[in-house]
């Protein structure tokens, strides 16, 4: 395949390039100077009997806005674009597909939105994205279109995430714009590069899709997974009013974000090698369920499996029973065998914050709480759990009934495993 690249000297263009060439595919690096009135000429030969263009031009987004860089971010965007669909409209031999790129800044920042959402945000992102797109939709109707909304491009070896570790790493201090809790949304460069292809391959794909990944997280949920990745001490939130003064008006685009779904990729059979930042940064994932019902989950839980841990270090046949008491706290009482003996234990915990409903305290001893993070859980019926904390030191696998059915206890085995805990030191209780 002979593939067009505007922006292939971008840092997102040269991956593409690279990935390209190694599929042997022909890769027609479209540079700047092709964009000019007096070089339309050469820009429609260059294109002419290409099977694919990919257009990625535009100007960096995250410096300061002036009002002449603004102008720069809309010229570098849409003037390229339309001189580029004008171009495909003269050849004689037009590409099969057109790939142009956009951003989820095109939505609010409010809710969550994929592709079949109509909604579209405000300010001077939101426009920009729309004019960006509205230049694409003028390719003639012959050329399949793909309009790719991407989140921010991640990459341990570059782009966006080295900007974040290189601080870092010599501060020893992971950050976050504010509180953090603005919508993050990303995709891994890698995967990147295999949805542009798995696109391309699939002639059947147009319009709309949104290239991110499909774990949400906040900007806060990523600043602590590099502060685990890179050994940082500490998380510490700037505020945005620091930011404002060194990009202004531009702050907008890191100190908000967009909660962004890529249904269109998922439903397709797009399989992701790298769905979770932990998994781009080699860590374990602790990400708790979104949503408990504290009342559901109380009663009794049998232990099917754990990391053998010093309290219960030699306990067979334990269970962990919750009460929840009128002042909303919880009474937690853990028992089981050790050496043929009962051992009881009475804690109490609590859900200390309501955003983050899946993590929950217990203490056993006066006020030292630990962490009870709930990772996987039946959903529909509350009869069985994956459970661990904010280290790989902690697992348990939990059950309504002393035996948990081989499929179900398999596929939390597997749960276990994608989210990178070494399930070969489980230790089965029951």
Request: glycine residues 8%; contains cysteine; hydrophobic residues 40%.
């Amino acid at each position: 395949m002979k593939i067009a690249i505007s922006g292939a000297s971008g840092y997102i263009g040269q991956h593409l390039t690279s990935y390209f060439s190694r599929q042997k595919h022909e890769v027609v690096p479209l540079g700047r100077e092709l964009f000019q009135s007096r070089s339309f000429k050469v820009l429609v030969q260059r294109i002419e009997g290409c099977s694919a263009i990919i257009n990625l031009a535009g100007a960096p987004i995250n410096k300061r806005w002036t009002t002449a860089y603004k102008q720069e971010l809309h010229d570098s965007r849409i003037l390229v674009t339309r001189q580029l669909v004008n171009a495909i409209k003269a050849c004689t031999d037009k590409p099969h597909t057109f790939i142009s790129t956009s951003a989820v800044g095109y939505y609010p920042t409010e809710g969550i939105h994929d592709e079949y959402s109509k909604a579209k945000g405000t300010g001077f992102l939101a426009g920009l994205c729309t004019d960006w797109e509205a230049e694409a939709a003028q390719c003639p109707p012959e050329v399949r279109r793909v309009i790719a909304r991407l989140g921010v491009v991640l990459s341990v070896n570059g782009g966006a995430l080295k900007q974040m570790i290189q601080p870092l790493e010599l501060t020893r201090t992971a950050a976050t714009i504010g509180n953090g809790r603005q919508p993050f949304a990303w995709i891994g460069l890698q995967d990147l590069c295999r949805a542009v292809d798995f696109i391309l391959q699939h002639k059947e794909l147009e319009g709309i899709f949104n290239l991110t990944a499909p774990q949400f997280i906040t900007q806060k949920h990523l600043a602590q997974a590099l502060r685990r990745a890179y050994g940082a001490w500490m998380v510490l939130p700037i505020p945005v009013f620091f930011f404002k003064m060194l990009y202004g008006e531009g702050a907008s685009s890191l100190s908000k974000g967009q909660q962004v779904r890529p249904s269109k990729l998922l439903n397709a059979a797009f399989t992701y090698n790298i769905p979770t930042v932990e998994k781009l940064l080699n860590i374990t994932n602790y990400e708790t369920i979104d949503e408990l019902d504290v009342q559901r989950y109380m009663g009794k839980w049998y232990e099917i499996a754990r990391f053998e841990n010093k309290f219960e270090k030699g306990i067979t046949k334990a269970t962990a029973t919750y009460t929840l008491q009128s002042n909303g706290h919880i009474r937690v009482e853990n028992a089981g065998y050790r050496n043929g003996v009962l051992k009881k234990a009475i804690g109490r915990a609590k859900q200390p914050d309501k955003a983050e409903r899946g993590k929950l305290k217990v203490a056993f001893f006066l006020w030292f709480y630990a962490d009870y993070y709930i990772l996987e859980l039946d959903r529909k019926n509350y009869n069985y759990a994956l459970v661990g904390s904010n280290s790989d030191d902690y697992l348990w696998i939990l059950s309504r009934t002393p035996q948990l059915p081989k499929e179900t206890q398999d596929q939390l085995l597997q749960d276990a495993a994608r989210r990178g805990y070494a399930i070969d030191k489980l230790i089965f209780c029951q």
